[in-house]
């Protein structure tokens, strides 16, 4: 029996030992695998709940996405005049080489149009935005905004609003000159735009919206901002004196809707950069004292210098639901101009509150 138990242990540690040799590093293997796939799960699962993106996103409201990038704002504070300081660089914006001949082509067509007894497109005198800095003052940090401005015109705005046509080496200005990560940054013969948009409220709570013209050559047919009014050189500066923003939509007020310094109060809410076209606007909103709609009515059918920019004009309450609804309209919410939208989110920041306003656009994005 000793010789038999003797001869079973022998056995018995030969075949642990074979099988330790055949099977112990192929499982340990195995193992370690099996680890390293758990782990690199676990590690995933973890970096779904983690997200990045640029710090700059343009203006959204749930279906409704569109290229304005809000710089400086937020509707709920207004930006006095004081705080905007205004220089104008002497030396007038010219297009590099490569694009130059796209300006000389558009001065050919308007001289063609004229001979022809058609109508010319008329180079006016504009401005280029060569920086816009924004800073806080120390004690109160209320904003300050630092506008840097070059002298330009309409053809050179044009030639430069081609910004996917190819060059002859086969880049665009748009991929040449613009970088997708740095919003803010790009060479002031792109930037050949700078104009007010006005959210007007009537003295009954509604909100004015326009239809742009379709005889106008910029985005026609589109909805937009109650007035939207471009600065123009030979008029919103005098002598050598920069322009001044407020005075630039007191004129719009004026030519597009026939009403006087008096018959309204006026809020620079925001600046905002159309990052697709790089058009640049100050939004303001307008709140008429008196006039109701009905009266506003009544006195553009007296007659409007800009009649001809706007061919429908609609009414809309001036509350966060009402005005989120029709923004997000089926005929409407792809047919907005770009900073539309941004401006009368603001404007209803400024009269409603923050709070208010999402609440209600949250709801109304839900039910849609």
């Given at each position: 029996?000793?010789g038999?138990?003797?001869?079973?242990g022998v056995?018995?540690a030969v075949l642990?030992i074979v099988f330790?040799t055949?099977?112990?590093q192929p499982?340990q293997d195995?193992?370690?695998k099996?680890r390293?796939?758990?782990?690199?799960?676990v590690?995933?699962?973890r970096s779904?709940?983690?997200?990045?993106g640029p710090?700059w996103t343009t203006?959204?409201?749930?279906?409704?996405?569109?290229p304005?990038?809000?710089?400086?704002?937020?509707?709920e504070s207004?930006?006095?005049?004081e705080?905007v300081h205004?220089q104008?660089v002497?030396e007038?914006v010219d297009?590099?080489?490569d694009?130059a001949?796209?300006r000389n082509?558009i001065?050919?067509?308007?001289?063609?149009l004229?001979a022809?007894?058609g109508t010319?497109?008329?180079?006016?005198q504009?401005?280029a935005?060569?920086a816009l800095?924004?800073?806080?003052?120390?004690l109160?940090?209320?904003?300050?905004?630092h506008?840097?401005?070059?002298?330009?015109d309409?053809?050179?705005?044009?030639?430069?609003?081609?910004?996917?046509r190819?060059l002859p080496?086969g880049a665009t200005p748009?991929?040449r000159?613009l970088?997708p990560?740095d919003?803010?940054?790009?060479?002031?013969?792109?930037?050949c735009?700078?104009?007010?948009n006005?959210?007007?409220?009537t003295?009954?709570?509604m909100?004015?919206?326009?239809?742009?013209?379709?005889r106008?050559?910029?985005?026609?047919g589109v909805?937009n901002?109650?007035?939207?009014?471009g600065l123009?050189?030979?008029i919103?500066s005098?002598?050598?004196?920069?322009?001044?923003?407020y005075?630039v939509?007191r004129?719009?007020?004026?030519?597009?809707?026939s009403?006087?310094?008096?018959e309204?109060?006026?809020?620079?809410?925001a600046?905002v950069?159309?990052?697709?076209r790089?058009?640049?606007?100050?939004?303001?909103?307008a709140?008429?004292?008196?006039?109701t709609?009905?009266?506003?009515r009544?006195?553009?059918?007296?007659g409007?210098?800009?009649?001809w920019?706007?061919q429908?004009?609609?009414?809309?309450?001036f509350r966060p639901a009402?005005?989120?609804?029709?923004l997000?309209?089926?005929?409407?919410?792809?047919?907005?101009?770009p900073?539309?939208?941004?401006l009368?989110?603001?404007?209803l920041v400024?009269?409603?509150?923050?709070?208010s306003?999402?609440r209600?656009e949250?709801?109304?994005?839900?039910r849609?």
């Open positions: 029996m000793v038999i138990d003797v001869a079973n056995v018995g642990g330790a055949l099977f112990q499982l195995a193992w370690f099996v390293r796939r758990s782990t690199r799960a590690r995933r699962l779904r709940g983690e997200d990045s710090s203006f959204s409201l749930g279906p409704l996405h569109t304005a990038l809000i710089v400086e704002g937020d509707g207004t930006i006095g005049a705080a205004i104008v002497d007038e297009l590099p080489p694009m001949g796209w082509e001065e050919a067509e308007s001289a063609r004229q022809e007894n010319p497109v008329w180079n006016g504009r401005y935005v060569e800095d924004v800073s806080r003052t120390a109160e940090e209320q904003p300050e905004v506008l840097r401005l070059r002298p330009t309409y053809y050179t705005f044009l030639a430069a609003q081609q910004l996917d190819r080496d748009r991929s000159y970088d990560d919003p803010l940054k790009a060479p002031a013969f792109l930037q735009s700078f104009a007010v006005i959210a007007v409220v003295a009954d709570d909100l004015v919206v326009t239809r742009r013209s379709d106008v050559r910029m985005a026609p909805w901002s109650s007035v939207n009014e123009a050189r030979h919103d005098s002598g050598r004196n920069a322009p001044d923003l005075a939509a004129r719009g007020m004026r030519e597009e809707m009403l006087e310094t008096n309204y109060s006026l809020a620079l809410l600046f950069l159309d990052s697709e790089r058009h640049w606007s100050a939004h303001f909103s709140r008429l004292k008196t006039l709609r009905d009266d506003l009544a006195r553009m059918s007296r409007v210098a800009d009649r920019e706007h429908t004009i609609d009414y809309v309450p009402d005005v989120a609804r029709y997000l309209r089926a005929d409407r919410v792809h047919r907005w101009a900073l539309a939208p941004a009368f989110h603001l404007a400024d009269a409603h509150g923050r709070a306003v999402e209600a949250a709801q109304v994005v839900r849609l």
